[in-house]
Structure formats: structure tokens, C-alpha cells
């Protein structure tokens, strides 16, 4: 009896090596293991064995049941964990890579550079980090002008509190700009201004602008207005319209508002409506004597746009904010 369990251990075992399949288990299962089973009929057969050989045959046949038991369950593991097919597909096409597109602000600046630099402006830069100097005083705005309260500025904090503050317009670069250069010339500027407004669809608190200077002899309001209805035609296309509007700003005389005339689709009604883009109007003199030029020599117009505004107004964009939240579906349709 122990040499027939010894061979029905290896039996077993053997033909469990020799499964290759996850429904094979249960045939196995039903014919060795079930209440049918070859170990069944081997514990049947205790019965007939000799009464002193009965503690040694049933200690093996326990000893063999437990053995093809968890030779099973370790056959069972085995076999659901392997995949059905080869793991992975070499030859599967990978998924394409995203491509990547120029924001529709970078666009809107490199179109602006591109404009202006046909025009004959050179692109001059400045710090967004600036000093009163040059973000007020040399702009002809005095100190205790009410535009450089804390509530109209980003000042530094600590020891350098209201000698710092983020720019908050890129006039600060026609000051920079003259004073470096001689006139005459003529350059633009492009960069982030940063103001303390609650946010819109119109306004957010850190933006684009765009700055003109040109400085010359005999430069007029002829010149500024030529200038702009020329970016404005170049820009959006001929039918572009533009209208100057009396203003103030301090380091202008006279000054003026720049609107422009646009298709504003609002309940799929078309209506030309004049928007505002930004402020210009002749350099003035106070500005000239700041950086040590001549005003009795020297004329010259200056202009700066919002470029959000711009692209709002060429890619029909109704909300600033989109501009900032980076969600690739928005992107996606100026790429
Ligand atoms: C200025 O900043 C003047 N430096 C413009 C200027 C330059 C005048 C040279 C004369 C000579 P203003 O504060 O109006 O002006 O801003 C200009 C433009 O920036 C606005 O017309 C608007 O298009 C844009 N802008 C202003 N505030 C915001 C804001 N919070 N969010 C987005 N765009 C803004």
C-alpha cells in the first residue's frame, strides 16, 4: 500500500506539471482531488489495510493528499496570473505625441514686433522690478501724485518698501530707453505690467503692454495718428478703424485715448462697437527735461497698448481670463 501511494504522489504530481491551461484545473481537480477522486478511492482502501500497518498507510496517504493539494492551488496561481497572450505588442503603433503650439499671447507679441519692426521700431527692454525713478517721477508723476498709493501698486515689502514695486505700465522703458540713447530714435518695448485690479473678463492683475517711442525733430500728432492707423491697417486688416479721444496722462501733452472700431458679435448679432486698446499722445516736456533732452530740440508721440486686449479683439476672445488658464482645449483652437 505505501508503494502504491508513493505512486500515485507522483502520478499526480506529473500530470499537475503537465497542465498548460486554466481549464484543464477543474478535470484535474475532479479526478484526484473531488469526492470521487483517485484519493478518495486510496482512503477507501484504508479500511481494508492490516489493523497494525493502518497508523503508517494513513500518515503517508495524509502526507500524499496534503502534497497534491498544494501542489494544485500553487498550479492554480500559477496559471491565472499568466497572461493569455505574449505581455506585450511590439509591434502596436505607439499613441502620438502632443504637439506643442505657441501661446496665442506669444503670438499676438511676435506679430505686434513683426508689425513694428517694419515699421521701423527697434525692440528695447526693461526690468519688471522698478524704481520709482523711472516708474513715476521721470514719467512727470511728483510724488504724492494719488497714482503711486499702495492701492494702485505692487510695492517690495521689507527694508526696500516704496523704492521697489513691479512695473506697473512699460513707459518705464521710454525713460530707460532715453536714457541710453540719443535721439533720434525710435523703438517699441513688450513686456508684463502688474497692477493691484480685481479681475474680469476685461482686466487681470498682472498683463501685456505694448510701448512706442519715437523722438525726433518736429515729430507731430500728424505722425503719432499716421503711425497708429498703419499698425491698426497692417494689424487687423484694412478695414481697421481707429479714433483718437481726448485724455490724460502725465507724461503726455496733449494726450489721448486710442480706440478702435470692432465687430462685436454679442446673440449672434454682429455690432461695431469703438473699443478702447490703450493711451498716446506727444512726449512731454517735463518727460524730455527728466532724461536731459532738449525739449526746445526735440518733439516726439509715444503709445502703449494692452496686448490682451488686442488679442481679444483680433481672435474674438470674450474673456481675459481665459488668456491665463492654460487649458489646452482654449489653446488648442489658435495653434
Ligand atoms: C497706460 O498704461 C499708459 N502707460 C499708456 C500710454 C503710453 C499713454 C504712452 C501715453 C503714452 P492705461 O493705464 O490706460 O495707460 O493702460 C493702457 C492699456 O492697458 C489699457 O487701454 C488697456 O488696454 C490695458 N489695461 C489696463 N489695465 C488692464 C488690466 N487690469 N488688465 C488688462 N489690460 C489692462
Not at 155 to 167: H, I, P, Q, Y
Not at 260 to 288: Q, S, T
Amino acid at each position: 500500500m505505501l508503494s502504491q501511494l508513493d505512486a500515485l504522489e507522483s502520478e499526480a504530481l506529473s500530470e499537475l506539471a503537465s497542465l498548460g491551461e486554466v481549464a484543464a484545473l477543474e478535470l484535474f481537480r475532479v479526478r484526484w482531488i473531488g469526492s470521487n477522486g483517485r484519493l478518495r478511492d486510496a482512503m477507501n482502501e484504508l479500511k481494508s489495510v492490516a489493523k497494525e500497518l493502518k497508523p503508517a498507510v494513513g500518515k503517508r496517504l495524509n502526507e500524499v493528499k496534503a502534497a497534491i493539494e498544494s501542489a494544485f492551488e500553487f498550479k492554480r496561481v500559477a496559471l491565472s496570473a499568466a497572461p493569455a497572450g505574449p505581455a506585450i505588442d511590439v509591434t502596436e503603433p505607439g499613441l502620438p505625441a502632443g504637439e506643442g503650439a505657441r501661446h496665442i499671447l506669444t503670438k499676438t507679441i511676435d506679430e505686434i514686433v513683426s508689425v513694428l519692426g517694419r515699421m521701423g521700431f527697434a525692440v528695447a527692454d526693461g526690468p519688471e522690478l522698478e524704481d520709482e525713478w523711472h516708474n513715476f517721477n521721470a514719467l512727470n508723476i511728483p510724488d504724492g501724485h494719488p497714482a503711486r498709493g499702495h492701492h494702485d501698486n505692487f510695492f517690495l515689502g521689507g527694508e526696500v518698501a516704496g523704492k521697489l514695486l513691479l512695473r506697473t505700465q512699460t513707459s518705464t522703458v521710454q525713460i530707460r530707453a532715453m536714457e541710453t540713447m540719443a535721439p533720434p530714435l525710435k523703438i517699441c518695448a513688450i513686456g508684463r505690467v502688474y497692477r493691484p485690479d480685481t479681475h474680469d473678463a476685461t482686466h487681470f492683475s498682472m498683463f501685456h503692454q505694448v510701448e512706442g517711442l519715437c523722438v525726433d525733430r518736429n515729430v507731430s500728432m500728424v505722425d503719432l495718428k499716421t503711425t497708429l492707423v498703419q499698425f491698426a491697417h497692417a494689424f487687423f486688416g484694412p478695414e481697421a478703424e481707429i479714433r483718437l479721444r481726448p485724455s490724460f496722462f502725465p507724461f503726455t501733452e496733449p494726450s489721448a485715448e486710442l480706440d478702435m472700431k470692432m465687430k462685436i458679435i454679442k446673440n449672434g448679432v454682429a455690432e461695431w462697437k469703438w473699443i478702447e486698446l490703450g493711451g498716446c499722445g506727444m512726449v512731454d516736456p517735463n518727460v524730455f527735461k527728466a532724461v536731459g533732452i532738449d525739449p526746445e530740440v526735440w518733439t516726439g508721440f509715444a503709445f502703449g497698448l494692452g496686448i490682451e486686449r488686442v488679442a481679444m479683439r483680433k481672435y474674438g476672445i470674450g474673456d481675459i481670463r481665459l488668456l491665463f488658464e492654460n487649458d489646452a482645449r482654449f489653446l488648442r483652437q489658435f495653434a
